[in-house]
Nanobody, 123 residues
Framework: QVQLVESGGGLVQPGGSLRLSCTASGFILDYYAIGWFRQAPGKEREFVGT????????DYADSIKGRFTISKDNAKNTMYLQMNSLKPEDTAVYYC????????????????WGQGTQVTVSS
């Protein structure tokens, strides 16, 4: 059974950090590009960042560039989203997703999705 299971969300103060993890089962991450997306209340799901199947290339949304970093550990079949200098506007449910082949910032291209993890940035 193919699954992506996320963890690491929670409540953090503005300026703080969190690291989200997403572990894959039922398929091998080596051949998949990874995307992170988020959805705030009342808003559409939006692109956060993506990493190529090899881990050698990344792309990020302008709103989080320089603050968030995506990585993947193929040996652990796990990917990560390191979030620093968090702002209240980063509050959302964060989703990891996987797609075979090339990386993409288009959520429609991703075939496997995690269940989402809540990140709340508030004092």
């Amino acid at each position: 059974q193919v699954q992506l299971v996320e963890s690491g969300g929670g409540l953090v103060q503005p300026g703080g950090s969190l690291r989200l993890s997403c572990t894959a089962s039922g398929f091998i991450l080596d051949y998949y590009a990874i995307g992170w997306f988020r959805q705030a209340p009342g808003k559409e799901r939006e692109f956060v960042g993506t990493i190529s199947w090899s881990g050698g290339a990344t792309d990020y949304a302008d709103s989080i560039k320089g603050r968030f970093t995506i990585s993947k550990d193929n040996a652990k079949n796990t990917m990560y989203l390191q979030m620093n200098s968090l702002k209240p506007e980063d509050t959302a449910v964060y989703y990891c997703a996987a797609k075979p082949g090339a990386w993409s910032n288009e959520l429609e291209r991703y075939i496997y999705w995690g269940q989402g993890t809540q990140v709340t940035v508030s004092s």
